[in-house]
């Protein structure tokens, strides 16, 4: 899934600072189930930006909404009946999710209520790793599961001067990995 994180509150009401009603659209998908922008995060964070205005002596309307998807057409469409209404949207999706959400809604302004972060897994509640960087040239059957690309990211990393693969019953991926990572050749022992 799609790993994500909300923007901090500041800088949401930055964001909607011109307008006094919005949709607040959440998504039934990955942000749901890494509690960024499902049914509870929106009616969270709908509260807090009301109240947040209240206390600028401003009024705010929000149409709060989470959609079984914000990345598929059909699920947008009911969005339609009451969009016109509100001036601008804040979709609490991923980023393709928000992407879709403006290209369908071109009269108004789609503002990003989170950030998105990566392709992951939840390792157990409340965390999620990165797996994948969406390469487009799956390997894994050659690599005993293990993503090359991930390997070769980690090498960028500051500080990060060696991986330690764990190849049980895989031992024969072990070469693929490292020739694949651009470990190859062994450096010198000093
Ligand atoms: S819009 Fe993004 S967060 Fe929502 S289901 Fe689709 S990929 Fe997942
Ligand atoms: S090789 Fe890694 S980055 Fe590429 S698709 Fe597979 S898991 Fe994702």
Not at 55 to 70: A, D, F, N, P
Not at 105 to 131: A, M, S
Request: hydrophobic share 40%.
């Amino acid at each position: 899934m799609i790993i994500a994180e909300g923007k901090p509150i500041k800088e949401i009401l930055a964001m909607i600072d011109g307008y006094d009603k919005i949709i607040v659209a959440g998504c039934k998908g990955c942000v749901t189930v890494c509690s960024a922008g499902g049914e509870k995060e929106v009616s969270i964070l709908s509260s807090a930006l009301r109240l947040a205005r209240q206390t600028q002596g401003r009024s705010l309307e929000i149409k709060e909404v989470t959609l079984e998807r914000q990345c598929d057409t059909e699920y947008l469409e009911p969005m339609r009946e009451y969009a016109d209404q509100y001036p601008a949207i804040l979709s609490l999706a991923c980023g393709a999710g928000i992407q879709f959400v403006a290209e369908k809604f071109r009269k108004h302004p789609v503002l990003p209520g989170v950030n998105t972060q990566f392709i992951g897994v939840t390792e157990e509640q409340g965390v999620w790793t990165e797996r994948c960087q969406s390469c487009g040239n799956c390997m894994l059957d050659r690599t005993g599961g293990i993503c090359v690309e991930q390997i070769q990211r980690l090498r960028k990393i500051e500080g990060v001067h060696g991986i330690h693969l764990m190849a049980i019953e895989w031992e024969d991926a072990v070469h693929t990995i490292v020739e694949r990572a651009g470990l190859l050749p062994r450096p010198e022992a000093k």
